[in-house]
């Protein structure tokens, strides 16, 4: 599965953008999609993830009420909408897709990984 991760930018505080994550090569519609982020000089974090079926949605803390990940099955996407953008949602988003019914919460449950989009929110 080869993953297309855009819609990355700069924004203002309080602004917008969705995200969308793409797949080539095969459908990763029976697949976990999550979204993750890394900020300079930090560790790579989990921000939402959905399953395959939809019906399981993870938030990390900071995110939820903010941002929301949905799919796309005919169109082979998962989004992910982040409103409300703070300075310290800054960082280069990545998806990636993990096998399986359960959601992982760690990187190291996730096989694919799309090349990253830069999200840049401004004070």
């Known amino acids: 599965v080869q993953l297309q991760a855009s819609g990355g930018g700069l924004v203002q505080a309080g602004g917008s953008l969705r995200l969308s994550c793409t797949a080539s090569?095969?459908?990763?519609?029976?697949?976990?999609v999550g979204w993750f982020r890394q900020a300079p000089g930090k560790e790579r974090e989990i921000v939402a993830a959905?399953?395959?079926?939809?019906?399981?949605?993870y938030y990390e803390d900071s995110v939820k009420g903010r941002f929301s990940i949905s799919r796309d099955y005919a169109k082979n996407s998962v989004y992910l909408q982040m409103n409300s953008l703070k300075p310290e949602d800054t960082a280069v988003y990545y998806c990636?897709?993990?096998?399986?019914?359960?959601?992982?919460?760690?990187?190291?449950?996730?096989?694919?990984w799309g090349q990253g989009t830069l999200v840049t929110v401004s004070s």
């Open positions: 990636a897709t993990a096998k399986g019914i359960a959601v992982p919460y760690s990187s190291r449950g996730y096989d694919y």
């Open positions: 090569g095969r459908t990763f519609n029976t697949y976990v």
């Open positions: 959905i399953s395959w079926r939809g019906d399981n949605i």
